[in-house]
């Protein structure tokens, strides 16, 4: 999986203050945050998964502005994305640590988020954070600060939480490589050394993480190491109670690790569930049946939960290397191709109701390649099916051919094919014949792929811009194709000699084509509301589950 996909996936923003927070009648010690950009039915449906209502919490909202406001300073705006889902259930309590409870997080664990609280200043509390739909999960911490500020009534210190969300940057980017597990581990057992030795030095703190990660047989770069350096150094620096933190760093460790944590013989004392205030866990009362099946779930006090409806998941979407006929792994070169080779070398590609269809590739490769040709032929390399507009449903053809006109008119000068495609259009950038073409072939090409893919190798992130999967995909090939990230494809750069300007402006046309053919906008629903009085009809709640089902 590329770095950039995964960075993307685990960004983790820790929100400062409830700035639009809109409160409503509250029991004081349990607060909801819902996503801003969730349609009324979706906030709906997270209340009854949390069997709760407006009268027993206080509700907050988080809108995908609070994240940008305080997370900035950390990573790329683009990185953030424009939409805010994730929610979250939070409730103070007396004793026990952290407990965490997710669902539908498909990258944030529930391990990291009880870790990361820990650094915040949070000692004890019970969370659940959770969305309506498969998310990646970077956008739940925001949410659960702000609950557990509202509902303790305790202001957080601010540099505490600041080195929190800096643990989560610095997990996502370790764990894109060694994964969620080792990366959580490796961290969170040198923070307990440092913590319970009150190690400052950063030679013994080096020292602690190169021992740990060899115990571990987890490879870190310098690069990695340094950066887990230099946080621990700053971790060690603040007025941190070991003590108050050991229950939940060890519970995490345990998860992780699969092993139990030895402290001087100190014995194992069972929980008694007596920590909760009330004598309820909202972590355990949850009405499960809301969110449907295969809802992918975590429990830091039941590790067992992620390895009976994560374990299948990871082995498909995240498992980046792929067995050959040899044994060899390689690399997939799709950012988001995650797929599993069958036994007679073709890739599966899982369609909407979880069967599958084969699609051959070149022996010998794990990648799905189509060679570039002529008109609408499109073909497998390997010569065993030739892929064409013809392989798909009638729907996905009449999308496919608006997007042929729309590409003969933007790319090659077809002004009444474009008008065709997209009624009032009009070319701005002119290119060479042969630009054109080569253009047209292969923008073509990539959405043919997307069309056939149906979806299946989609994986959401909280810096998606659209609701459409397809149209997420899109809008990072399009990325690629018009230069405005890097192409790691080793594709022709058919626009060299195109100018920065030009292509900007290519790229904006086509993703406003593409964006018409599936009804929505970058406009945040926020946005839509506040000019146009309404949610616009093509992002009904109605197009959003379909979409999701």
């Known amino acids: 999986m590329k770095k950039r996909g995964i960075i993307s996936a685990i960004v983790c923003s820790i929100c400062l203050i409830a700035s639009n927070a809109v409160p409503a009648m509250a029991d004081a010690v349990k607060v909801v945050t819902l996503g801003a950009d969730l349609t009324d039915d979706q906030k709906n449906t997270m209340m009854r998964y949390f069997k709760v209502d407006s009268s027993q919490v206080q509700v907050l909202t988080i809108t995908n502005q609070d994240e940008r406001d305080h997370l900035s300073a950390y990573v790329p705006l ?106 959580t581990s490796v961290i969170n057992e040198a923070k307990m050394q440092v913590l319970s030795g009150n190690v400052q030095d950063a030679n013994e703190i080096y020292n602690i993480v190169v021992n740990i990660a060899e115990q571990n047989n987890t490879s870190l770069s310098s690069e990695q190491l340094d950066r887990i350096v230099e946080l621990l150094e700053q971790i060690a620096q603040q007025d941190y109670d070991y003590e108050e933190m050991k229950e939940t760093l060890e519970t995490v460790e345990e998860n992780v690790s699969g092993e139990p944590v030895t402290d001087d013989g100190d014995e194992f004392v069972e929980d008694s569930g007596d920590d909760a205030s009330d004598g309820d866990s909202i972590v355990e009362d949850l009405d499960e049946s809301i969110l449907g099946d295969d809802v992918i779930a975590g429990s830091t006090e039941d590790p067992s939960l992620a390895e009976e409806t ?34 007679d070398g073709g890739e599966e590609v899982a369609d909407t109701d979880g069967e599958s269809e084969e699609i051959p590739v070149d022996e010998g490769t794990d990648t799905l390649e189509v060679a ?4 609408d032929e499109m073909t497998a390399e390997s010569g065993e099916e030739t892929l064409t ?48 073409s080569k253009l047209t072939e292969r923008v073509l090409k990539e959405y043919l792929q997307i069309l056939l893919d149906n979806g299946a190798s989609y994986v959401p992130s909280d810096a998606d811009l659209y609701i459409t999967p397809q149209l997420n995909q899109l809008n990072n090939k399009m990325m690629q194709i018009f230069g405005l990230t890097v192409d790691e494809s080793g594709a022709e750069d058919i626009l060299a000699s195109v100018s920065a300007e030009d292509k900007q402006t290519l790229y904006d046309d086509t993703m406003i084509f593409f964006e018409s053919l599936y009804g929505e906008s970058v406009k945040s629903y926020d946005e839509v509301v506040e000019t146009e009085g309404e949610m616009p009809e093509e992002t009904s709640e109605e197009a959003v589950e379909e979409v999701y089902e």
């Open 389 to 436: 507009p013809d392989s798909l449903d009638a729907d996905s053809r009449t999308l496919y051919d608006r997007a042929e006109k729309f590409c003969k008119g933007e790319y090659e000068g077809d002004a009444e094919a474009l008008q065709e495609a997209m009624d009032g259009a009009v070319a701005i950038v002119a290119l060479e014949d042969e630009t054109g």
């Open 310 to 343: 994560q374990s299948a998941s990871a082995e498909e979407e995240w498992d980046y290397t792929e067995e050959t006929d040899d044994g060899a792994g390689e690399i997939a070169e799709d950012d988001w191709d995650y797929t599993e080779e069958s036994v």
């Open 78 to 183: 683009e990185q953030i994305g424009t939409r805010t889902v994730s929610c979250a259930y939070v409730k103070p309590t007396q004793s026990g640590g952290i407990k965490v409870r997710t669902a539908n997080l498909n990258w944030v664990t529930c391990n990291m988020i009880a870790t990361t609280l820990s650094t915040s200043g949070v000692t004890n509390c019970e969370v659940v954070a959770a969305c309506p739909f498969e998310v990646s999960g970077t956008g739940a911490l925001t949410g659960i600060l702000m609950a557990y500020e509202t509902a303790s009534g305790e202001k957080l210190d601010e540099t505490k939480k600041d080195l929190a969300t800096q643990e989560m940057v610095v997990t996502g980017e370790v764990a894109q490589d060694v994964g969620q597990d080792d990366a």
């Open 372 to 375: 570039e040709s002529s008109g």
